[in-house]
């Protein structure tokens, strides 16, 4: 069985706020990635079956280099539940073996990501992101840049 991680925040917004940042690509493009970078493209294509295309742009200082996923939507459950499988890809949204773009040879072709929302209060809500894979050698970095992210979203809302 895969390994996982997995990271929560509660956010002081409601649930259908919270469910945006998933749907809205100008809101994906504020959080996608870990501190210091950027998401220049999020095109989404938020349905079952759909794929969306998303980047992340490391700053100058790291390299400048873009790397982009797709998300391949498996469930989504309004406002409560979004499966998906996410691999690393070329530009146009093909995907790619990880070694290609400078990940290690043991980084996870797909990553199964499960993000789960609960609705605590009118303006309150927690969301868990679990992300299943082998991250191998990545690891930490993989639990930090989630962690990071989804400290991006938090900001979203404050």
């Not at 759909?50 to 400048?64: D, R, T």
């Not at 691999?87 to 990880?98: C, I, N, Y």
Request: a negative charge.
């Amino acid at each position: 069985m895969a390994k996982q991680i997995e990271v929560t925040r509660t956010f002081n917004a409601p649930v259908e706020l919270v469910w945006s940042i998933w749907t809205d690509p100008e809101l994906v493009k504020r959080w996608w990635g870990p501190k210091h970078f950027t998401s220049p493209v999020a095109k989404l294509d938020f349905r079952e079956g759909g794929i969306s295309l998303v980047s992340m742009k490391a700053p100058p200082e790291m390299g400048g280099q873009e790397y982009y996923s797709i998300w391949e939507y498996k469930e989504i459950i309004p406002l409560q539940r979004i499966e998906f499988i996410q691999s690393l890809a070329d530009q146009e949204g093909h995907k790619t073996d990880p070694t290609k773009v400078g990940m290690p040879s043991d980084f996870p072709i797909d990553i199964r990501t499960v993000v789960t929302f609960h609705k605590l209060a009118a303006n309150k809500t927690t969301m868990t992101v679990t992300e299943y894979a082998a991250f191998g050698t990545i690891s930490n970095f993989a639990q930090i840049g989630l962690e990071q992210s989804m400290d991006k979203m938090v900001a979203i809302f404050s």
